[in-house]
């Protein structure tokens, strides 16, 4: 099956400080979605994006599916950036998709 | 997008026995699936629901040990047998309506004792 590793693993950022989150595939996806979950355990969508790039205020992401990477941008952090974000990504849209390990962020003030 | 209620939101068991997590969606999904959230991992697919069928299940999970029902495009429910305290997790149900984005219910968090 597909492999998904995300890094870095764990990531204290000060508050206003910018940050690169990286997620690489195995295999070609044709699904890919970032999540933020919350201290309190809710998953957040925050983009669908198996190719290109998007963005949402002070979160942008690009994904480049021929090199099987993709790339989450968080801006002028703030502490209620803190939490999991994960990357799962899917051979197909309509498949079941598969969660990277995880990146951990903490922001502080 | 559409919401997913799960529930119990929470509950503590007794090992030996079982519990039954539901999960409504607000309007019809193609595809529905259970995670399992062990405490500081990621999500790890447990089965794929399929409506008036018997679920797909992932490698290490078992019909016996995790039986899920989905009797309309609504609707799920997964069983939790014979619990242990390695069963202690967060179950997640997700919903997808095909066009790949999925959506998660706010999760069940369970401990065993």
């Known amino acids: 099956g597909i492999q998904v590793e995300q890094s870095p693993p764990d990531l204290i950022l000060q508050e206003g400080a910018n940050s690169t989150l990286r997620c690489n595939f195995s295999?070609?996806?044709?699904?890919l979605q970032w999540f933020h979950q919350n201290p309190w355990g809710q998953l957040i969508n925050l983009f669908y994006i198996p190719s290109g790039t998007k963005q949402n205020g002070r979160l942008s992401a690009t994904t480049v599916a021929t090199e099987r990477y993709s790339l989450l941008y968080i801006s002028s952090s703030q502490t209620t950036d803190s939490g999991v974000y994960f990357c799962a990504v899917g051979k197909t849209s309509y498949d079941k998709v598969i969660f990277g390990p995880g990146t951990s962020l903490s922001v502080i003030p | 997008s559409a919401v997913i209620s799960q529930k119990p939101s929470r509950d503590i068991c007794q090992r030996g026995t079982s519990l039954t997590i539901q999960c409504q969606v607000d309007?019809?999904?193609?595809?529905m699936f259970w995670y399992r959230q062990q405490p500081g991992q990621s999500l790890t697919l447990i089965a794929t629901?399929?409506?008036?069928?018997?679920?797909?299940?992932e490698s290490g999970f078992v019909i016996d040990k995790f039986p899920i029902s989905r009797p309309n495009l609504t609707f799920s429910t997964l069983t939790v047998s014979n619990m242990s305290p390695e069963d202690s997790s967060i179950y997640l149900c997700?919903?997808?309506?095909?066009?790949?984005?999925?959506?998660f219910g706010q999760g069940t968090r369970l401990t065993v004792v």
């Open positions: 997700s919903g997808d309506r095909g066009r790949g984005e999925a959506f």
């Open positions: 295999d070609s996806v044709n699904n």
């Open positions: 629901a399929n409506q008036g069928s018997e679920a797909t299940y």
């Open positions: 309007s019809q999904v193609t595809m």
